[in-house]
């Protein structure tokens, strides 16, 4: 199977903008986790969704949004860019099911590094 | 909610000798417990996971952790370590589908 894939790899944006990165998951997988990680704070959870629907959310401003598609595909948006949004944005999928308690092992893309100059 | 705290921002070794991450956590129910390894660039790869059962883990890359529920620890092996297994390395623990990762340790492998 293909792995966890997210576009762009990297991107420049400037105080202000607003950005969207996009994840697909791995054929199958149909819970999508998003995030942030810095040198300064580490990997930090930003939100999951699960069937078109957030399940979890991180303690991440409104700024920070995101959405999932019928095929599983997701993307997160950042809004009103500021420089401390400058990090790896990450995204991983898990097979997790509706049901039940879940493993939630999680496959990571490579990220997408955004810089906000 | 559940925590980990993995002990020691950088670690480093010798090719050729032990390594030892370690990693505590805190839940109120059984926990998932993982590690992942993540290389420059890239993004995080599991290297083991604990769910039920055996308590020793074998992981790929020669990688093994123990679950001790009486320490509420998860610490990280591999008898000799290898050039190649210079990387941070997390720490994770799962309750609930709600996966929280450990601040990381970079470990750095010496010739």
């Known amino acids: 199977k293909a792995g966890v894939t997210q576009t762009p790899r990297y991107l420049i944006k400037t105080r202000g903008q607003q950005v969207t990165l996009s994840c697909s998951p791995i054929?199958?997988?149909?819970?999508v986790s998003w995030y942030q990680q810095t040198p300064g704070q580490g990997l930090q959870f930003l939100f999951e969704?699960?069937?078109?629907?957030?399940?979890n959310k991180g303690n991440f401003p409104g700024r920070f949004s995101g959405r999932q598609f019928s095929n599983s595909r997701s993307e997160m948006n950042v809004s009103t860019l500021e420089l401390g949004d400058s990090a790896l944005y990450l995204c991983a999928s898990s097979p997790t099911e509706a049901g039940g308690r879940s493993y939630n092992e999680q496959f990571f893309g490579p990220g997408t590094r955004l810089t906000v100059l | 909610a559940q925590s980990v705290t993995q002990l020691g921002s950088h670690v480093s070794v010798s090719e050729g000798a032990l390594v030892l991450l370690r990693c505590n956590y805190s839940?109120?129910?059984?926990?998932?417990l993982f590690w992942y390894v993540q290389y420059p660039n890239q993004g995080l790869q599991l290297l083991l996971k604990y769910t039920t059962g055996a308590t020793l883990v074998k992981g790929i890359n020669g990688f093994e952790a123990e679950f001790k529920k009486s320490e509420t620890s998860f610490h990280l092996t591999k008898p000799s370590a290898h050039m190649s297994d210079a990387a941070e390395y997390f720490c994770?623990?799962?309750?609930?589908?709600?996966?929280?990762f450990g601040a990381g340790t970079r470990l750095t492998v010496k010739p």
């Open positions: 054929s199958g997988h149909r819970s």
């Open positions: 969704y699960f069937s078109e629907t957030q399940r």
């Open positions: 994770a623990v799962s309750v609930s589908n709600d996966m929280r």
């Open positions: 839940s109120s129910v059984p926990p998932y």
